[in-house]
């Protein structure tokens, strides 16, 4: 059952593709663009520049390898760090395939800061889905209470929402690139979830 729910998101994803293909989410993003950066001031540029940097490959390689040491070394977990490092290498390559089939090119709008390559769909939006979503599955059991649970779920989330909306802020990536990027990175976490847990408990 599971793997009908994969192939319809994949569909669901490719529908979307679609669309942006034919230019059918113009107005869409037109609507999104301007009320985002609608709320430019230094203040929230500075906020804005800061979440590029957090979600850049930078910061991220480096905060998987420090999870990864924590896994390790404090919760001996071991084939955890499969999960982790698999899943994020995997969202990367994920990315840098599906880039050249799209071709998307960046909006050509109002840019704060500029940035090379496609833009669909967006690099940082998957990686901070990939990450934070992997942080919260990996750390969720080791919580002492449910308060602390239900305030990694709200940091992982706002994380993830404040990174996809710094980059149209910024104006880098359209709004459907950062809906495009959650999408598929949620169809990849599922999948390499699915797939861990087989291999974890025929391990046993």
């Known amino acids: 059952m599971w793997i009908i729910y994969l192939l319809l998101a994949i569909a669901g994803f490719q529908g979307l593709s679609m669309l942006v293909s034919r230019n059918r989410l113009a107005r869409f993003d037109a609507s999104i663009i301007d009320t985002v950066q609608g709320w430019e001031n230094d203040t929230l540029t500075g906020i804005a520049k800061f979440l590029g940097k ?13 999870l ?27 990315n840098h395939l599906l880039k050249p089939i799209y071709r998307r090119a960046r909006p050509d709008i109002h840019r704060i800061v500029e940035e090379q390559g496609y833009s669909y769909p967006s690099g940082h939006s998957m990686a901070a889905f990939t990450f934070y979503f992997l942080v919260t599955y990996l750390l969720w059991r080791h919580l002492p209470s449910r308060g602390w649970r239900v305030a990694l779920l709200i940091f992982s989330g706002a994380m993830i929402v ?3 909306l710094s980059r149209v802020y910024l104006g880098v990536h359209y709004p459907s690139d ?23 408990h025929a391990r046993r």
């Open 54 to 66: 957090v979600g850049s490959s930078s910061v991220v390689i480096p905060a998987v390898l420090l």
């Open 68 to 94: 990864a040491a924590f896994l390790f070394l404090v919760l001996k977990h071991r084939k955890e760090l499969v999960l982790l490092l698999g899943g994020m290498l995997g969202s990367t390559l994920l």
């Open 162 to 164: 404040s990174i996809g």
């Open 178 to 200: 950062i809906l495009a990027g959650y999408w598929v990175s949620a169809c990849w976490v599922a999948l390499s979830v699915r797939l861990f847990r087989q291999w974890a």
